[in-house]
């Protein structure tokens, strides 16, 4: 070999087995204020290197390379791995390398980026994917995992997405409730260990947790300040939020489905797509998560969530299931009288052998019981069209009572085990969505509903029930565990046929309350009903916790009788329209039951809602009182130009000493514009603690600076204050 010849290898042989003096390879996802960045190393493995406020361009490259992506069991040192898989031959470990990676853009802002992994000896493949919202600073994260191995691969870990930080402390927010207390807010900080948030019920998943949660970053969650992930799980099915402050006091975040006793089995070349995890974050505190949500929300994560929502009058709370023709027809000329844009009829209205006059029987049976509507739905969509308003009608479609024809006919459609005892809740069964044959019959209920009656404009779709007895007579024996991932499979199918049929018709997501709200779903839902609990003292809590992720203008917010049907409490008319109107408005009460001077209150508040309902269904969400820090509570929207904004404040509680002279410092204002204010839905000739401000202007500046200030006396004290741009 010649001397030239010996150098040039040298040097080749160098390049190869020094990789590092070959500069690092960098995959950057960047919103117009976030960054995640990940490095490939000089192992080929991939690492994440930084998430927070952007950086510049360019500065990623001295960024040191940190933690894996996306830890497997068996190779990567965590206490929980993002994925576990076992491979035929029985080796439990995953050893996962660099492939490569790609940008696209898919216009409107949005970029995706996909980094594809494999493991080191298998052929067994791993794609970490995401899309990067730039204007809303949204991040989905998610995961795409497929082989070409001969036999299976068991699944037992499978995170949409791991994130890792190197902070001194860590304080979690979780948001968790039961049935008709939906949404509770607490912080804790991080200690050593795992704190996982989950829930493992697959159906109505969210009726004891939500899976949303904020992490403060160093200190604290705060509404304006610091730095704070927001973050939350677009599935309907059973979730796990993991949070495990390791040995060195890194804290690892990894989120996806709940792989509980739900392993799955992949097939040589199926793709395993697990769901989107969103991100949301900002070095000034929860407020800006929350608005980036909503607009994320409102553009991409709910049915045409550009469209102004409708009021409605639902008949729940005002009849149960005590109702006929006549009774209905009564309320829908008094929803129209009062100026409602829609009727609502609820739960009660079929079955025909097994009549739903209470909750035990008829679910399953979408007949009419013409016992109570001689004339059918079509005859109440024509009262409902002659008072000049639209028709809605109740359905839970995947749920069926054992007394009904339905089960009578498909006892197995159930989800139940073989050998157990049927495990009733509410009288009722799931309806297993693994089965084709069992979605074509729950589409068939939506789609045969609608059809029939073509006037039907809104369909409230409810869902009762989490699952126990997780079996599938659907399901082979060795892939029972695959029925928490198929159901909700079988249930987006649904959803899609749905849609595809009816995108017109506006559809709410019920479940007993607020047991399913969840991106995923809502891409098909224009609404939702956050809880069975209408007193409206509980509803601000409920709607504050709520509002943090999703938007008002999909949240259903009820006005109902006093005392309340669900606490017994007793509240003004006033408060309980004012806190309804702070979110999507309607009524869940028997207009026959209220007086002339009621009545005439409610038209004049509807009437006042539409003057304002753009701004807070379109508006962006500013926090001013936190109801779990003050006895006043304070909030308000401001649309986009800035132009017109509406701020709404109770009292919870009366203070003697002191009295509720709390200043409200206004946000989101432009400050150089000049604000008329006017008090909205107004008592009657009754003197208002806000006299002296009525009619006023000042500047933005001021009303953020300075701030608006009255006090409030009596508990459950309410005001809406109009702000115009002169
Ligand atoms: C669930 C819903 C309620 C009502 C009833 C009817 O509980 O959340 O709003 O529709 O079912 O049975």
Request: aromatic residues 14%; hydrophobic residues 35%.
């Amino acid at each position: 070999m010649t001397r030239k010849l010996s150098l040039l290898l040298t040097l080749v042989l160098t390049l190869l087995i020094v990789p590092s003096v070959v500069a690092e390879k960098v995959v950057t996802i960047s919103t117009q204020d976030i960054q995640l960045v990940y490095k490939v190393d000089k192992n080929n493995k991939l690492r994440q290197c930084y998430f927070g406020e952007a950086i510049a361009s360019g500065a990623e490259q001295a960024l040191m390379t940190k933690h894996d992506a996306y830890p497997t069991f068996g190779t990567s040192y965590v206490n929980e791995p993002a994925l576990r898989a076992v491979h035929a031959d029985g080796n439990t470990s995953t050893e996962l390398v660099y492939v490569s990676h790609k940008t696209e853009s898919k216009g409107d802002g949005i970029e995706y980026t996909e980094i594809a992994l494999k493991d080191s000896y298998f052929p067994f493949n791993v794609t970490l994917c995401f899309n990067a919202y730039a204007k809303e600073n949204v991040i989905e994260a998610w995961t795409v995992i497929s082989h070409s191995e001969k036999k299976p691969v068991m699944l037992y870990n499978y995170a949409s997405s791991h994130l890792f930080f190197q902070e001194e402390k860590y304080y979690l927010t979780q948001f968790y409730g039961e049935w008709a207390d939906e949404m509770h807010m607490t912080e804790m900080q991080l200690t050593r260990g795992i704190k996982s948030l989950e829930s493992k019920l697959g159906v109505r998943s969210n009726q004891h947790a939500h899976a949303c949660f904020f992490l403060g970053l160093d200190a604290p969650a705060q509404e304006n300040a610091g730095r704070v992930l927001g973050g939350t799980l677009a599935w309907p099915g059973s979730w796990k939020l993991t949070f495990d402050v390791d040995n060195l006091d890194n804290l690892h975040v990894i989120c996806g489905i709940n792989s509980f006793a739900g392993q799955y089995q992949l097939a040589k070349g199926e793709v395993f797509e697990t769901p989107k995890m969103l991100y949301s974050y900002s070095n000034n505190g929860t407020g800006d998560i929350t608005r980036n949500f909503h607009r994320w929300g409102k553009k991409y994560g709910i049915w045409r969530g550009d469209r102004t929502r409708t009021t409605l009058l639902n008949n729940w709370e005002a009849t149960y299931f005590n109702f006929n023709e006549e009774i209905l027809s009564k309320i829908i000329a008094d929803a129209s009288d009062m100026g409602f844009e829609l009727f609502l009829l609820d739960d009660g209205w079929f079955g025909e052998k097994y009549p739903r006059n209470n909750d035990d029987a008829g679910l399953g049976d979408w007949m009419v019981n013409r016992a109570k509507l001689p004339n059918g739905i079509g005859y109440l969509v024509e009262e409902a069209t002659r008072n000049g308003i639209k028709f809605g009608i109740w359905l839970e479609p995947e749920m069926v009572n054992p007394r009904s024809e339905l089960y009578e006919k498909h006892p197995d459609w159930v989800i139940t085990q073989p050998n157990r005892e049927i495990d009733l809740s509410r009288n009722q069964l799931i309806l297993d969505l693994c089965n084709p044959k069992v979605q074509d019959y729950v589409f068939g209920v939506i789609d045969n509903t609608l059809t029939e009656n073509p006037g039907i404009a809104y369909v409230k779709w409810d869902c009762n029930r989490f699952v126990t007895n997780s079996g599938s007579f659907y399901l082979s024996a060795d892939k029972q565990s695959h029925l928490w991932i198929e159901y909700v499979r079988g249930l987006y199918s649904v959803f899609e046929r749905v849609r595809a049929n009816h995108p017109e018709v506006s559809i709410m997501l019920c479940s007993g309350g607020g047991g399913r709200i969840d991106y995923a779903s809502l891409r098909y839902f224009d609404e939702f009903w956050i809880s069975d609990n209408t007193d409206a003292y509980n509803r601000i809590f409920i709607q504050w916790g709520t509002t943090q992720f999703f938007p008002a203008m999909a949240l259903a917010s009820h006005v109902s009788a006093s005392p309340c049907h669900q606490t017994g409490r007793v509240t003004p008319l006033k408060f309980r329209f004012d806190v309804a109107m702070s979110a999507k408005l309607g009524m869940d009460i028997q207009p026959m039951n209220m007086t002339e001077e009621e009545k005439a209150f409610s038209k004049n508040a509807i009437k006042e809602y539409y003057t304002f309902r753009e701004i807070v269904q379109h508006g962006d969400l500013y926090r001013l009182l936190s109801p779990y820090t003050n006895p006043r509570t304070a909030m308000m929207y401001v649309s986009e130009d800035k132009q017109d904004a509406v701020v709404f404040t109770y009292l919870l509680e009366k203070v003697i000493n002191g009295g509720n002279n709390q200043v409200l410092y206004l946000k989101g204002l432009d400050p150089n514009k000049t604000y008329r204010l006017n008090e909205l839905n107004k008592e009657p000739n009754k003197w208002s603690w806000f006299n002296e401000l009525e009619g006023k202007s000042f500047t933005g500046e001021y009303l953020m600076k300075y701030g608006i200030r009255f006090p409030m006396y009596n508990q459950y004290e309410s005001k809406i204050i109009r702000l115009t741009a002169e």
